[in-house]
Every structure is written in C-alpha cells, then in structure tokens.
C-alpha cells in the first residue's frame, strides 16, 4: 500500500496576488522601484504602467495639476517621463523650490505686481553648461534648479531679495540672472571663487556664494561681504553669514515673506525681523517693535554693528475720543552684549510729536549701533493728553533685541596695531537722532538724503515716518502682521 505523501504548500508567489491588493503595494513603491518592476515580468510590467500610480509621483515630484495634465494630453507615466528627461538631476530640489517660487509669485502678484513682472524666463541646461564653463566652476543643483523655473530677475527696483531704507540711506537687492552673476564672478583674493547672488544699484552691495571651499569658507556658502578695515592686506574680507545652501537661504527667505514675517511697505519687501513677544500696551495704546541688521553699514574690523528699528504705535479704535494725546518725548535704556548700559532722552521721535487718537497707528524707522554683536534697547514714550493739557503719562517700549548674524573672520588678516584703530566704547551706541555724526564714524561717503525718483521710492518713505491719516490702508499699506 503507497504511503500517502504529504504535499508542501507552494510558497505564495507576488504575481499570484489579485490586482488590486498587487497595485496597492506597488503604489508605496518610489518611481525608482516603479520603473525596475517594469523589467521583473510581464504582469509587472503591465501594472506598474498603471496611470494612477504615477498621478502621484507628478504632483509630488512635478507638482502637476489635473489642469496640466488635460492640456499637455498624455498619460502621467509619460508626462513624468518627460519632464524626468529634462529636469530629472534636479528631482530631490524641484518641488521645494518650484512651490517657492509659486508661493512668492501668488503672494506679490496683488501685493507688488511690478516687482513681479521684473522676473525673467527660465533658462536651459546649455545656457547653465555655458556658465559652468565660462568661470571655470560647478555651478550647485539647487541653484541649477531654481534657474530652470526663474532666471532671476531684471535690474531694477524695487528688489526681489528685500528693500531697507533710512533718512539717507537705501537699498533694494534684485535677485541677479544668471549671466549678469557671471560677469560678476570673483577670482580675486579675498572673494576667490565666489559668485553673486544678488545686487544693489545704489549701494553696489551684493550677496555672494562661495562654488569651492577656499579662504575659510564652506563649499556653497552664502554672505555678505565686509572689508577689514583695521587689515592692511586689501583681500582681508570678513563674512556676514545669511545662508549654507542656496535652497535652505531662497526657501527660508520665500517663508518670511509669505507668511507676514517681511512687511510689504510701498510695494517693497523691507527685511524686518518682527518678535510676536516684543509688544507691549499702556492703556489704550499699544506699541510693538520690529529690528533689521544692515551689514553694508557694519563692520567685525573695528567692531560696529549697525541695526535699525521701526516701532508701531497705535491707539485701540475702541478707546473714548477724549484718550487723544501728543507724543512729547522718548527715553531709552540700551543696553550692549557687555553689560554697558547707556541711557538717552529726547524730545519727540525723529523729529516729530505725532498725535494718536482712537484708530489711529504712527510708525517710523529709526537706528543705533554697537560695539558688540549684540546688545537691546527698552524704554518709554511721554505723551501729553489734548483734552487735558496738564495730564502728562509714559507709555512703555518693550524690550527688543538685535543681534549680529554669525560672521567669519578673514583668513588672510593681517597682524595690526589695533589700538592705533581701536574705538571708544565709551560711546558704544547711540539713539538714532544722531544717525548723521554716527554715519561720518564709519568713514562710508554719506548717500543722497533722497531716493530718486525713477527708483520708485515715494518721498514719504525717505521720511521714515508714518500715520494712518496720511497713509491709506490697503493690502501693501505700512500695516503688517504682528
């Protein structure tokens, strides 16, 4: 009698599977692993070309619409296929930086149309392979990338990349295309290797990129560059650190603007930092404050740090008619990096005494400077009430703080006497009233006390003063979120 043999189950084979559950497994699969099915089995084959699964890796790699996809008439696996073939070296930076550039783009369109219409046509790889070989160096993916959606922008104002001004002084940084940043290509000691990013016309400051690490800085690198005033080598150059990667310093800029962190003032991006912490409210009226650092007014050699301020005012619209008062005097308690304090009183505020009623917001720019890399300011305002002239009372200013962005120290710095250079740090800072004899310190030619005309810059800017009664309210007023 034979004996009965068992039989082993057959071990469950992938291609056994029913569809469905098969296609559900494959859509976890990155497009790489998507495109190697194709080559294990015909079955694989046939369902890995199953469209839906490569909806999905359009819109996340591509960010293709269902719009997109009607209009160029063909399956998501041969729309991803295509746009690969072009953009595939790109694939890991596209998605951030082509929603970037949306967001910008959907966010200015109201806001600063001009701005918006300055921006120039993406170029090709030839045009970027021109470039590489015309300055000798690898230009980085994602700044590869970021071309092939926008090539930067035409030379005017106001500028892509953020907007400061003063009483006298004014910049506006145009994000450069690429073969104007060629032609500024630096092979000179000091700035060997580096590339700009972006220019001002009127200052002639630039941000650079650093393509190879040389002269202590890191391979892609972004900064601002700062003479050493105290060197007597002329390629001793310090560095204002703003970014490490072309991606993480466009992005991060793009996020600041987007979200309200960068008010639009006149159609210009201004580039102040704004602490949701830093308000404070006295009675009926509320002031808040917001800071910005100007790097082409600093220096690490001799150590001086140049910052400004644009304090918000406002009076609650709820508040009785009778609260209505005048502003008579400032003082401030500021305070350096060291411990050092310096106290400074004044009549009015950049020479004015605003009056604020109910409703009504006073806003204006003013400066300070420091010897160390950072330092804070607080104090109180004097007001007066109008309706009853001998009732005098103080409004309080938050405590803000400023603080030097990191910097690098050039590595061709000669030994000097410093002390033949060394500043008083008796007078470490100083309130903004005094701008124009803290500006001669600097030995920097003092610009127009104007901004011109064919710049765009209303006068009322270069007053660096506002009130809600000569200012309309609209979505590029000088309102911004708090």
């Not at 063909?74 to 596209?94: E, M, T, V």
């Not at 970027?128 to 090539?151: T, W």
């Not at 506002?466 to 609209?474: K, L, W």
Request: negative net charge; hydrophobic residues 35%; contains cysteine.
């Amino acid at each position: 009698m034979a004996a009965a043999v068992e039989q082993e189950p057959q071990p469950l084979s992938l291609e056994l599977l029913p569809t469905d559950p098969l296609l559900l497994i494959l859509s976890f699969l990155d497009y790489r692993d998507l495109l190697s099915c194709c080559y294990v089995s015909r079955r694989l084959n046939q369902l890995s070309s199953h469209d839906p699964l490569w909806k999905r890796h359009c819109k996340k790699y591509w960010l293709l619409s269902e719009a997109e996809k009607t209009r160029r008439k063909q399956s998501w696996k041969a729309i991803f296929i295509s746009i690969y073939s072009d953009l595939g070296r790109y694939i890991q930076y596209y998605a951030t930086l082509k929603k970037a550039w949306d967001d910008i783009e959907r966010y200015l369109g109201q806001r600063c149309p001009r701005m918006i219409g300055s921006l120039k046509d993406s170029v090709q790889e030839d045009d970027l392979d021109a470039v590489e070989a015309q300055i000798g160096c690898k230009l980085p993916d994602d700044y590869r990338c970021s071309f092939r959606i926008h090539n930067g922008q035409k030379l005017v104002v106001p500028g892509l990349m953020g907007s400061m001004a003063l009483s006298n002084h004014y910049r506006s940084e145009d994000l450069l295309d690429i073969d104007t940043a060629a032609g500024g290509f630096q092979q000179r000691l000091g700035l060997k290797q580096c590339l700009p990013l972006t220019f001002c016309i009127h200052t002639g400051l630039s941000q650079y990129m650093a393509l190879e690490s040389v002269e202590g800085r890191n391979k892609y690198e972004i900064f601002y560059q700062c003479p050493d005033q105290m060197a007597r080598n002329p390629s001793a150059i310090d560095m204002f650190i703003t970014g490490t990667s072309y991606l993480e310093w466009f992005t991060s800029y793009v996020n600041n603007v987007v979200t309200g962190g960068y008010p639009i003032i006149r159609d210009q991006i201004f580039r102040y930092v704004h602490d949701k912490e830093c308000v404070a409210t006295t009675g009926d009226i509320t002031v808040s404050v917001s800071t910005s650092f100007l790097p082409e007014l600093s220096s690490v050699h001799p150590p001086h740090y140049f910052f400004t301020y644009r304090i918000r005012i406002e009076m609650s619209k709820d508040a009785l008619p009778e609260k209505a008062c005048q502003l008579d005097s400032r003082y401030w308690r500021i305070t350096n990096a060291k411990g050092d304090v310096e106290e400074v009183q004044g009549p009015g505020v950049v020479g004015e005494f605003p009056i604020i009623s109910p409703g009504r917001v006073y806003e204006y720019t003013s400066c300070t400077t420091f010897s160390t890399t950072s330092g804070y300011m607080e104090g109180y305002y004097t007001f007066h009430c109008l309706y009853y002239k001998d009732k005098f009372f103080n409004v309080i200013i938050p405590r803000f703080h400023m603080v030097c962005p990191t910097f690098k120290v050039s590595t061709a710095r000669m030994e000097t006497n410093h002390n033949e250079y060394a500043m008083d740090e008796d007078e470490d800072s100083t309130d903004t009233d005094e701008y124009e004899d803290r500006h001669r310190v600097l030995d920097i030619p003092a610009p127009s006390g104007r901004c011109p005309e064919g710049a765009g810059i209303s006068k009322t800017l270069c007053l660096s003063s506002y009130s809600s009664d000569t200012v309309e309210s609209s979505s590029s007023s000088i309102a911004y979120s708090l």
